[in-house]
């Protein structure tokens, strides 16, 4: 069993890598055209304490804005989710908001609040990341079957024990289908931010260095940084799931 | 007897967009403590109305509902309620899912006590063995079952049933009937029963209950003989078969079709003594 979760995402991976460095060397690119599998490792330690601080940078800010998502995503939801005016008023917004290309956003949040390169990235990361969450949780409460509801209030049960005891954890499993998506559109929000503000931090603003430089091995280099962080972040979410809302799995047949 | 639930004048519309919808029309019922009463009716007539208005989930337009001496403004704690989606909590084991309205109502018993209440009802209901399933692992019966326990877990004073069984198999049905009539004699509570089984009425309850065609009213009663003990051969005497008919008649009669000529006079005379002897409203 874990043999299979193991190994063979791992051999995979492998397999990826191998693909890609034979295509490389088949053609013979010279390292400035595209970067080969070989050429990382010496990149990633040449700037392994770039790596180390930007990488973590890049981490917590997205993981900040996701949390943030959450719980904007999660009061929003549930107001949308329980009042039908509510729902109606701010469904076009939400809708509208979310259609705006978040590309431009980046530079009007980088020239609202000037040098706040924390902030700006958090903000970005939330902004992008809350929608799913809102929309997922807002349909999960508005389509709660009124008998669901009815077994706890015949008995006198108040609004809040019905949320928590049937609402809440009705909806889990739709509430975490959406995170998994937040999670790599908050890390999308996050590098926007490092890419395009000028003297930015982060795994971003180092990618956006090695292009300045041409420094192929280490623009790529960064984006399997990004996708390894992306992997870490997507399984916590998944093995969170698997916590709260493992009943909802059907069991291997 | 007093009279557990009493049902006085009851009248209510729904708002629609096409404007009111009338679903209950001057109803009267009560039922007797302790007793077991079934109601019938075309589809769509206000059965389920009916129940949650008993339930307080709903307020009448006019008319009153009174429990046990009380008038019914809200839900209460002395109500147990079970559908025909029996509604268990996929997150919960069956167990858990028993004891869901111990976690609501107001109670002295500890978490241990709550649990044994809970094994004791499964064990009554054939379900031993199964307390820490997940809904989804049971048969739809079994979840039916479950279901059952958890609406009289809390020991309510009245068990509001509708269409309990409504989407079980015939043979699964009978076998809840029975099932029924084992928790009726362990448990005490009054009992409303909403079914479209002609059969599963006179084999459960006291009194059978005709409602017209919507808006409703109580268009009909049927007392039914307590000749001790049910089992289901009683299903195929010749009362049972003409009680049957008589309920069929009546809904007929609900339903606005003129009963077919000679449906009825084929078959025995209604019913064999006076209690049974069925009456029409005033
Ligand atoms: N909340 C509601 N709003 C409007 N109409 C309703 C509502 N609930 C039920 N109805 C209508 O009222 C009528 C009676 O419903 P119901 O009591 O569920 O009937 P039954 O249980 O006898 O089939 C039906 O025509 C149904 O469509
Ligand atoms: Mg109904």
């Known amino acids: 069993m874990i043999w299979r979760k193991v190994a063979v995402p791992l051999a995979a991976v492998l397999i990826f890598l191998a693909l890609w460095e034979i295509l490389v060397q088949a053609n013979g690119w010279p390292d400035y055209k595209m970067a080969s599998p070989s050429d990382l490792p010496p990149a990633f330690w040449k700037y392994r304490w770039l790596f180390l601080e930007y990488g973590w940078q890049t981490l917590w800010r997205t993981v900040a804005g996701l949390a943030i998502a959450v719980v904007f995503g999660l009061a929003l939801g549930m107001v949308m989710g329980f009042s039908r005016t509510l729902r109606d008023a701010l469904y076009p917004l939400l809708v509208g908001f979310n259609a705006v290309p978040k590309a431009t ?27 799913p969450i809102a929309v997922s949780v807002s349909i999960g409460l508005s389509t709660l079957e009124p008998e669901y509801r009815d077994i706890l209030r015949a008995l006198g049960a108040s609004r809040l024990a019905i949320f928590r005891k049937i609402a809440l954890p009705k909806t889990l499993p739709e509430f975490f289908g959406a995170l998994k998506v937040s999670v790599t559109l908050a890390f999308i929000g996050t590098n926007l931010m490092e890419i395009v503000s000028p003297h930015g931090r982060g795994l971003g603003a180092l990618f956006d260095s090695g292009k300045t430089s041409a420094d192929y091995p280490l623009m790529f280099a960064v984006l399997i940084a990004l996708a390894a962080l992306g992997i870490l972040l997507f399984y916590v979410v998944v093995w969170l799931e698997r916590i709260f809302a493992g009943w909802a799995e059907r069991p291997a047949s | 007897m007093a009279d557990l639930i009493e049902i006085r004048h009851v009248t209510h519309a729904y708002a629609t967009p096409k404007g009111p919808l009338p679903v209950l029309d001057d109803l009267s019922l009560s039922v007797p403590e302790g007793s077991f009463c079934a109601v019938v009716g075309p589809s769509g007539c206000g059965k389920s109305t009916l129940t949650r208005l008993i339930a307080g989930l709903m307020k009448p337009d006019r008319g009153e509902v009174w429990l046990h001496g009380e008038r019914v403004k809200s839900p209460r704690a002395t109500v147990g309620m079970a559908f025909q989606n029996p509604v268990l909590l996929e997150w919960r084991t069956i167990l858990q899912n028993v004891v869901l309205p111990l976690e609501i109502v107001p109670t002295k018993l500890t978490q241990a006590q709550k649990e044994a209440r809970a094994r004791e009802l499964l064990e009554l209901v054939g379900l031993e063995g199964f307390e820490d399933k997940r809904p989804s692992e049971l048969s739809g019966g079994m979840r039916q079952r479950a279901s ?11 068990l509001i049933l509708d269409e309990p069984f409504g989407a079980l198999d015939a043979f699964t049905r009978e076998d809840l009937w029975q099932t029924m009539h084992a928790l009726r004699a362990e448990e005490p509570f009054t009992s409303v029963l909403i079914t479209h089984d002609l059969r599963e009425s006179i084999f ?25 003990p049910r089992t289901l051969d009683d299903l195929y005497t010749p009362q049972a078969a003409a009680m049957l008919n008589t309920l069929r008649h009546q809904i007929e009669i609900a339903q606005g079709r003129t009963p077919a000529a000679g449906t009825r006079k084929t078959l025995p005379d209604p019913a064999p003594t006076e209690s049974a002897t069925p009456e029409i409203l005033p």
Not at chain 1, 119 to 130: G, K, P, W
């Open chain 1, 105 to 131: 956003v980046v530079p009007i949040i980088a020239l609202l609040f000037v040098g706040q390169h924390d902030f700006n990235t958090v903000l970005m990361a939330f902004m992008i990341s809350f929608f």
């Open chain 2, 148 to 158: 059952l326990c958890r609406a009289i877990v809390h020991r309510p004073e009245v």
């Open chain 2, 204 to 228: 459960l309850a006291d009194e059978v209950v005709v409602l017209s065609g919507r808006p409703a009213t109580a268009q009909f009663r049927l007392p039914v003989p307590d000749t001790g």
